[in-house]
C-alpha cells in the first residue's frame, strides 16, 4: 500500500545510533573535564578521600591473602579434615589478621614513642654541638697555626655554621610537626584504618566470588579466545604484583632489622629511627637505599662526623648483601624493569602519589611493560618478522 508509512525497526542502524550517542556522551565528559580541570581536580581529589579506605582494604587483602593461603595449606588443613574448608579458611583468616593488628599495635606501643623521642633529643642537641663548633673555629683561630687562612675560618663561622643550624632546624622542625599532625589526626585515620580492615576482611572472605564475578564479566563482555587471553594476562601482572610486594616487603623488614642490630653493635645512637628510615625507603628498588642513608648520615653527622663515616661503611655493606644475597634470594627477577623505567616510575609515582606512589609504581609499570611488550610480539609474530641482536 502506497500510503503505509508504518516504522520499521532496523538493528544495524539502532546499534550505530547508540554507539554514536555513547561517543558524543563521552566527548562532552572529557571536554567538560579538560576546560574546568580545576573543578576536576577537586572532584577528584574528593572522591578519593572518599575511596580511600576501600583501596586501602584492596591493598591489606591483597598483601594478606599470600598469608593466609600459607597458612591454610600448611597448618589448617592439616589439623582440620578437607570436609571443614570454610573452617579452614576462616581460622585463616582469623590468624593471619591477629598477626597483622599485633604488628600494628607493636609498633605503635613501641617504635612510634622511640621515634617521636629521637627526634626531639636530636633537636635538643643540634645548638650545643653549633656551638662547640664554635668554640672550635675560634680556638683554631687563636692559636694562628694550621691549613686554613683566618678568613677562610670567619667565613666558615659566619656563613656556613648558621646555615648548617638553620637547615638543621628545618629539618628536623619539618619532622616533628609531621608526627605531632598524625597524631592529632589520629581519629580519621582510624576511621579509615576500621574501614580498610572491614573492607579486607570481605575481601578475603569473598575472594572466590570476587573473582569468580569478574571472570563472568569478561566472558560476558569479550570473545571466548580475547577472554581467555585477558584472563592469562591478568594472572601473569597478578603474578608480577604480588610477587615484588611482597618479597619486597620480606626483603625490607629483613634489612630494617639488621640494621638496628648493626647499630646497636657499634653503638651508634638513633638505631630505631635510622633503622625505621633505612627499612622503608629500601622498598624503593636500586635507589631506595641512597635515599635512606642520606638522613641517616646527615643525623649521624650532627652528633659525630667519625660515627657518621661508620654508618656509611656499614650501609654500604648492607646494601652490598642485600643486592647480591638477600635480594636475589627473596625476589628472583620479579619485575624485570630496567634501571631507567624504574626512575620514570619512582619519579611519576612520587609526585602524583607520594611514598606510596613509589612503592607501587615500579610493579604497575613493570604490568604495564609486560603488556606492551607482549603486544608487540604478538603484532611481530602476526608480520612474520624476527629480530635478533645481530640486527640491533
Not at 592439616?78 to 571443614?84: A, E, R, V
Not at 576500621?194 to 563482555?221: E, G, W
Not at 638477600?326 to 611519576?348: A, E, M, N, Q
Request: glycine content about 8%; charged content about 15%; overall charge positive.
Amino acid at each position: 500500500m502506497a500510503g503505509n508509512h508504518k516504522f520499521e525497526s532496523n538493528k544495524k542502524y539502532f546499534t550505530i545510533s547508540i554507539y554514536a550517542i555513547g561517543v558524543i556522551l563521552i566527548g562532552c565528559i572529557i571536554y567538560r573535564f579538560v576546560t574546568q580541570w580545576s573543578g576536576t581536580k577537586e572532584l577528584i581529589s574528593e572522591l578519593w578521600d572518599i575511596l580511600f579506605p576501600f583501596f586501602l582494604g584492596f591493598l591489606i587483602a591483597y598483601i594478606i591473602n599470600p598469608v593466609i593461603g600459607f597458612f591454610q595449606r600448611n597448618i589448617f588443613a592439616k589439623l582440620i579434615p578437607d570436609t571443614h574448608k570454610k573452617l579452614q579458611r576462616g581460622l585463616s583468616i582469623l590468624f593471619s589478621y591477629v598477626l597483622f593488628l599485633g604488628g600494628a599495635a607493636v609498633c605503635l606501643v613501641f617504635v612510634i614513642p622511640q621515634l617521636i623521642e629521637s627526634l626531639q633529643e636530636l633537636s635538643l642537641q643540634i645548638p650545643g654541638i653549633v656551638e662547640a663548633l664554635r668554640q672550635l673555629s675560634d680556638k683554631y683561630m687563636r692559636s694562628g697555626t694550621g691549613l686554613l687562612p683566618k678568613e677562610a675560618v670567619t667565613s666558615i663561622e659566619t656563613n656556613v655554621l648558621p646555615k648548617i643550624m638553620s637547615m638543621s632546624n628545618d629539618f628536623l622542625s619539618g619532622l616533628i610537626p609531621w608526627f605531632y599532625n598524625l597524631t592529632l589526626s589520629l581519629a580519621k585515620w582510624m576511621y579509615n584504618l576500621v574501614i580498610a580492615l572491614v573492607t579486607s576482611i570481605y575481601m578475603t572472605m569473598d575472594k572466590k566470588i570476587i573473582v569468580m564475578f569478574l571472570k563472568k564479566i569478561i566472558l560476558a563482555v569479550f570473545s571466548e579466545k580475547i577472554s581467555y587471553s585477558i584472563l592469562r594476562k591478568c594472572k601473569d601482572c597478578h603474578k608480577i604484583f604480588s610477587s615484588f610486594i611482597i618479597g619486597k616487603s620480606i626483603d625490607s623488614l629483613i634489612i630494617g632489622i639488621l640494621c638496628f642490630l648493626l647499630m646497636t653493635l657499634l653503638r651508634l645512637p638513633y638505631a630505631v629511627l635510622i633503622s625505621v628510615i633505612v627499612g622503608i625507603t629500601n622498598m624503593i628498588p636500586y635507589f631506595g637505599p641512597f635515599i635512606g642513608a642520606v638522613p641517616g648520615t646527615f643525623i649521624l653527622f650532627i652528633v659525630s662526623p667519625m660515627k657518621s663515616l661508620i654508618f656509611v661503611i656499614m650501609v654500604f655493606l648492607l646494601q652490598q648483601f642485600d643486592g647480591f644475597v638477600l635480594g636475589p634470594k627473596i625476589l628472583g627477577d620479579s619485575t624485570g624493569v630496567r634501571p631507567l623505567l624504574i626512575l620514570f616510575s619512582i619519579t611519576v609515582g612520587g609526585a602524583y602519589f607520594g611514598p606510596l606512589g613509589m612503592f607501587l609504581g615500579v610493579p604497575f609499570f613493570a604490568c604495564v611493560q609486560y603488556l606492551i611488550e607482549n603486544w608487540i610480539d604478538y603484532r611481530l609474530y602476526k608480520k612474520e618478522i624476527t629480530l635478533t641482536e645481530k640486527d640491533l
